[in-house]
Protein backbone atom coordinates (compact mmCIF):
# COMPACT_ATOMS: atom_id res chain seq x y z
CA UNK A 1 0.00 0.00 0.00
CA UNK A 2 2.57 2.51 0.88
CA UNK A 3 4.09 2.57 -3.31
CA UNK A 4 0.26 3.76 -3.74
CA UNK A 5 0.63 6.71 -1.12
CA UNK A 6 4.00 7.40 -2.32
CA UNK A 7 2.47 7.80 -5.72
CA UNK A 8 -0.39 9.76 -5.00
CA UNK A 9 2.38 12.31 -2.40
CA UNK A 10 4.40 12.21 -6.04
CA UNK A 11 1.63 13.47 -8.13
CA UNK A 12 1.01 16.19 -5.19
CA UNK A 13 4.36 17.16 -5.00
CA UNK A 14 4.56 18.29 -8.76
CA UNK A 15 0.59 19.60 -8.74
CA UNK A 16 2.27 21.86 -5.91
CA UNK A 17 5.26 22.78 -8.07
CA UNK A 18 4.06 23.22 -11.36
CA UNK A 19 1.78 26.74 -11.04
CA UNK A 20 5.56 28.60 -10.15
CA UNK A 21 7.31 26.62 -13.02
CA UNK A 22 4.71 27.74 -15.25
CA UNK A 23 5.25 31.01 -14.06
CA UNK A 24 8.87 30.78 -15.13
CA UNK A 25 8.54 29.54 -18.04
CA UNK A 26 6.19 32.61 -18.99
CA UNK A 27 8.62 34.76 -17.74
CA UNK A 28 12.28 33.54 -18.67
CA UNK A 29 10.88 31.90 -21.93
CA UNK A 30 11.91 28.17 -20.87
CA UNK A 31 13.09 25.35 -18.27
CA UNK A 32 16.25 23.61 -17.54
CA UNK A 33 15.15 20.33 -16.20
CA UNK A 34 18.01 19.65 -13.94
CA UNK A 35 18.28 23.25 -12.30
CA UNK A 36 14.65 22.88 -11.89
CA UNK A 37 15.28 19.40 -9.38
CA UNK A 38 18.78 20.69 -8.28
CA UNK A 39 16.95 23.70 -6.96
CA UNK A 40 14.98 21.20 -4.34
CA UNK A 41 18.37 20.06 -3.31
CA UNK A 42 18.41 18.73 -0.16
CA UNK A 43 14.91 18.79 0.57
CA UNK A 44 14.03 15.70 -0.94
CA UNK A 45 15.55 12.37 -1.20
CA UNK A 46 17.42 10.79 -4.31
CA UNK A 47 14.03 8.32 -5.07
CA UNK A 48 11.93 11.33 -4.88
CA UNK A 49 13.92 13.15 -7.16
CA UNK A 50 14.25 9.82 -9.56
CA UNK A 51 10.75 9.99 -9.34
CA UNK A 52 9.78 13.38 -9.45
CA UNK A 53 12.25 13.66 -12.62
CA UNK A 54 10.00 11.71 -14.75
CA UNK A 55 7.15 13.53 -14.17
CA UNK A 56 8.77 16.70 -14.50
CA UNK A 57 10.11 15.54 -18.03
CA UNK A 58 6.32 14.97 -19.34
CA UNK A 59 5.02 18.09 -17.97
CA UNK A 60 8.02 19.84 -19.37
CA UNK A 61 7.50 18.42 -22.44
CA UNK A 62 3.81 19.45 -23.08
CA UNK A 63 4.57 23.35 -21.91
CA UNK A 64 6.80 23.70 -24.88
CA UNK A 65 8.89 22.76 -27.45
CA UNK A 66 12.57 20.69 -26.35
CA UNK A 67 15.54 22.47 -27.67
CA UNK A 68 18.36 20.51 -29.73
CA UNK A 69 20.25 17.75 -27.70
CA UNK A 70 23.19 19.76 -28.85
CA UNK A 71 26.22 19.93 -26.21
CA UNK A 72 23.37 18.04 -23.58
CA UNK A 73 24.98 15.62 -20.92
CA UNK A 74 24.98 13.56 -18.25
CA UNK A 75 24.41 15.94 -15.01
CA UNK A 76 25.04 14.81 -10.97
CA UNK A 77 21.46 14.95 -8.77
CA UNK A 78 21.87 14.80 -5.75
CA UNK A 79 24.52 11.21 -4.07
CA UNK A 80 23.33 8.94 -6.43
CA UNK A 81 21.80 10.00 -9.14
CA UNK A 82 22.45 11.87 -12.39
CA UNK A 83 20.48 12.99 -15.51
CA UNK A 84 20.55 13.93 -19.16
CA UNK A 85 19.19 17.50 -18.86
CA UNK A 86 15.83 18.66 -21.06
CA UNK A 87 15.60 22.15 -21.84
CA UNK A 88 12.79 23.68 -23.21
CA UNK A 89 11.32 27.15 -24.77
CA UNK A 90 7.73 28.76 -24.54
CA UNK A 91 6.07 28.12 -27.77
CA UNK A 92 3.82 31.14 -29.90
CA UNK A 93 1.01 29.28 -28.16
CA UNK A 94 1.41 30.27 -24.45
CA UNK A 95 1.93 28.22 -21.76
CA UNK A 96 -0.90 27.41 -19.74
CA UNK A 97 -0.28 24.12 -18.92
CA UNK A 98 -3.24 23.11 -21.56
Not at 70 to 78: E, K, V
Not at 80 to 98: A, K, N, P, Q, Y
Given at each position: ????????????LLERLAEGWRSELARDGGLDLWQLL?????S???EELFLLAGELMAWMLEQGEPLPP?????????H???????????????????
Open positions: MSGLVDNVAQAGHRLLPYTDAGWHWRPLGRLELHDLLVHRTGTGCDGR
